[in-house]
């Protein structure tokens, strides 16, 4: 196996174990409700909590990346943010349960400039390879419903410590990932600085479609299972089997993205997924029973087949910062989404659920028109160091 060829699934699966906690914090909100008794508001604070700092932060730590290699960062981000929810579950008060999932989100934060440039070096203008990168971050999402469950399920959030586990496990494989990498990119063909300026414009364009999918897929991440089970009956099962199809279509469809992008385009690619979210999302709002399962999955394939042809096309867009562009993308946006999560919340503990979630219905709509006039970007050729 080249060096090429390991180093991206290593990053990969680095990927996995840091993501693991953005989902994780999710996947907690129906045991804060049941064990704590926490009101919608009161849980859509703690998925507000994990993102508020890492909105603050990520910017900084692509500003950072761009000027400064700092591969350390991998392995001890990864520690940093399994730290933080493993403390969740055991902290006395909602205080410090929100200042645990603070520093969860800090440590994902300082994860993701830093990775995504290493695996645009490794991967080189392959959407492919950037996609199985990518592709990491969703099987950490959607793992992390599973992994709370079978954890918090079985011994409660007193239980919560043992969430621990793949940070320790991802920080031992960040040591192998960042060798092969570095081997990668001491030996393939590197970038040329391309001619002309930064398009802002386009970036910004790019940035405000991507915040409307981040609040669509926050909003569903948060409440998704407490629908399910409104909607569908049953227990805790339920909402847990929403939340993890609603992480496995993603998973998929980060996968599908590199290869429809190969062959029809970034752009294109990314508005029909954005047409696609509309339907979807009204359908996951409006139609009762189990087929609401089936528009989960829809919708989850919509907000994640462009996922990494953002990654890609922000990067591009910002030739010149490619750090900031990967921690805007990849990270600042995302973050946002969890900013409208009390608002939804609130909403929903004075109307309902299903009122509070149906403006997400319309968000996809605004994105797809944001990318409208937006064009492939100027690409440099790759050129040997």
């Known amino acids: 196996m080249s060096t090429r060829s390991r180093a991206i699934p290593l990053l990969s699966v680095g990927h996995a174990c840091v993501d693991v906690y953005q989902g994780s914090v999710a996947a907690l909100v129906p045991f804060f409700v049941v064990e704590r008794a926490y009101s919608y508001a009161a849980a859509a604070?703690?998925?507000?909590?994990?993102?508020?700092?890492?909105?603050?932060?990520?910017?900084?730590?692509?500003?950072?990346?761009?000027?400064?290699?700092?591969?350390w960062l991998l392995p001890v981000s990864t520690i940093v943010g399994g730290a933080g929810v493993a403390l969740a579950g055991v902290t006395g008060t909602y205080g410090l349960t929100l200042a645990a999932v603070a520093v969860s989100g800090i440590g994902v934060a300082a994860y993701h400039p830093e990775?995504?440039?290493v695996a645009r070096l490794a991967a080189g203008r392959s959407h492919r390879a950037m996609s199985w990168f990518s592709l990491g971050g969703s099987l950490g999402f959607a793992t992390a419903p599973l992994l709370v469950g079978g954890v918090v399920a079985t011994g409660g959030l007193g239980a919560s410590p043992l969430l621990v586990v793949p940070a320790l496990v991802g920080a031992a494989l960040c040591g192998a990932a960042l060798r092969a990498a570095k081997t990668a990119a001491a030996t393939a063909p590197q970038f040329a600085?391309?001619?002309?300026?930064?398009?802002?414009r386009s970036f910004l364009l790019l940035s405000g479609a991507v915040v409307c999918r981040s609040i669509v897929f926050v909003g569903l991440s948060a409440f998704v299972s407490l629908?399910?089970?409104?909607?569908?009956?049953?227990?805790e099962t339920i909402g847990t089997a929403a939340?993890?199809?609603?992480?496995?279509?993603?998973?998929?469809?980060?996968?599908a993205g590199g290869s429809l992008a190969t062959r029809f385009g970034r752009l294109p690619v990314t508005r029909?997924?954005?047409?696609?979210?509309?339907?979807?999302v009204a359908g996951v709002v409006l139609v009762p029973g189990p087929p609401l399962f089936v528009f989960v999955a829809l919708a989850s394939a919509g907000l994640y087949v462009p996922f990494s042809l953002h990654i890609t096309l922000g990067q591009d867009y910002l030739p010149q910062h490619v750090g900031t562009a990967s921690g805007v993308t990849l990270g600042l946006t995302?973050?946002?989404?969890?900013?409208?999560?009390p608002a939804i919340g609130a909403l929903a503990d004075t109307t309902s659920l299903r009122t509070a979630l149906a403006p997400l219905i319309l968000l996809p709509a605004v994105g797809w028109l944001l990318l409208r006039p937006l064009r492939e970007p100027v690409v440099a050729e790759l050129v040997a160091r």
């Not at 029909?272 to 979807?280: E, G, I, K, Q, R």
């Open 45 to 71: 604070g703690i998925v507000l909590a994990a993102s508020l700092l890492s909105s603050v932060v990520q910017p900084l730590f692509g500003a950072l990346t761009d000027r400064w290699a700092m591969p």
């Open 227 to 235: 629908f399910a089970v409104q909607r569908v009956g049953g227990g």
């Open 272 to 280: 029909w997924s954005y047409a696609l979210t509309v339907v979807a």
């Open 115 to 117: 990775a995504a440039r």
């Open 193 to 200: 600085t391309p001619p002309g300026r930064d398009d802002r």
């Open 334 to 341: 995302v973050s946002i989404g969890g900013l409208a999560s």
């Open 243 to 255: 939340l993890f199809v609603l992480y496995l279509g993603g998973a998929l469809g980060t996968v």
